[in-house]
């Protein structure tokens, strides 16, 4: 089954904002939206974002996310060191009857 | 307080079994859809297979059809993944999660490591 795209690595200073990307198709992010999950090194993910921009209780408002056709984007405002974790998106594919994720980008607070 | 419980990971030879377990409270456990996430050493998350609230309806990853069988029983409010024939690359942190849409919460995982 064929994942989403995110880039592997990115990489952004103390307070500046960084906007992490995730790549499908029509029968995934452009159709059911995408999730995004936070994974912390020894952690289970955490869901910080589903349905494109909805933030369940208890996530900051740093953390909002959006859709463009296919690609659906988590954007971090006023990065803070514990952001720097593995961030994965995900969607049902349609097609597929199956979960797909993102092979996840590694953010880096320098 | 929703939690999840994952148990019964452990070492197992190539093509073994395992039957992993996933203890659920704090919601209305037949009310929602369950899935299995995994994490291979170094690698990323890789959805395993999903079922929903009655059971009825489950799905598989490619890489796991025909060898692994997604369960629940409503009564003990528990999810179930029986595993057989295991490889190597099934070697991996495996957890459930609830499905709202998205899976929303997450259990700590539990440790299924395949190996002679």
Same mark, same amino acid.
């Given at each position: 089954?064929?994942?989403?795209?995110?880039?592997?690595?990115?990489?952004?200073?103390?307070?500046?904002?960084?906007?992490?990307?995730?790549?499908?198709?029509?029968?995934?992010?452009?159709?059911?939206?995408?999730?995004?999950?936070?994974?912390?090194?020894?952690?289970?993910?955490?869901?910080?974002?589903?349905?494109?921009?909805?933030?369940?209780?208890?996530?900051?408002?740093?953390?909002?996310?959006?859709?463009?056709?296919?690609?659906?984007?988590?954007?971090?405002?006023?990065?803070?060191?514990?952001?720097?974790?593995?961030?994965?998106?995900?969607?049902?594919?349609?097609?597929?009857?199956?979960?797909?994720?993102?092979?996840?980008?590694?953010?880096?607070?320098? | 307080?929703?939690?999840?419980?994952?148990?019964?990971?452990?070492?197992?030879?190539?093509?073994? %079994?395992?039957?992993? !377990?996933?203890?659920?409270?704090?919601?209305?456990? =037949?009310?929602? $859809?369950?899935?299995? &996430?995994? @994490?291979?050493?170094?690698?990323?998350?890789?959805?395993?297979? %999903?079922?929903?609230? !009655?059971?009825?309806?489950?799905?598989?990853?490619? =890489?796991?059809? $025909?060898?692994?069988? &997604?369960? @629940?029983?409503?009564?003990?409010?528990?999810?179930?993944?029986?595993?057989?024939?295991?490889?190597?690359?099934?070697?991996?942190?495996?957890?459930?999660?609830?499905?709202?849409?998205?899976?929303?919460?997450?259990?700590?995982?539990?440790?299924?490591?395949?190996?002679?």
């Amino acid at each position: 089954q064929a994942g989403l795209t995110q880039p592997p690595s990115v990489s952004k200073g103390l307070r500046q904002t960084a906007t992490l990307t995730c790549t499908g198709d029509s029968n995934n992010v452009g159709n059911q939206g995408a999730a995004w999950l936070q994974q912390h090194q020894g952690h289970p993910p955490k869901l910080l974002s589903y349905r494109n921009n909805t933030r369940p209780s208890g996530i900051s408002e740093r953390f909002s996310a959006s859709r463009s056709g296919n690609t659906a984007s988590l954007t971090i405002t006023g990065l803070q060191p514990e952001d720097e974790a593995d961030y994965y998106c995900s969607a049902w594919d349609s097609s597929l009857s199956a979960r797909v994720f993102g092979g996840g980008t590694k953010l880096t607070v320098l | 307080e929703v939690q999840l419980l994952e148990s019964g990971g452990g070492l197992v030879q190539p093509g073994g %079994s395992l039957r992993l !377990s996933c203890a659920a409270s704090g919601f209305t456990f =037949s009310s929602y $859809g369950m899935t299995w &996430v995994r @994490r291979a050493p170094g690698k990323g998350l890789e959805w395993v297979s %999903s079922i929903g609230g !009655s059971g009825r309806s489950t799905n598989y990853a490619d =890489s796991v059809k $025909g060898r692994f069988t &997604v369960s @629940r029983d409503n009564s003990k409010n528990t999810l179930y993944l029986q595993m057989n024939s295991l490889g190597a690359g099934d070697t991996a942190l495996y957890y459930c999660a609830r499905v709202s849409g998205s899976p929303d919460y997450w259990g700590q995982g539990t440790l299924v490591t395949v190996s002679s």
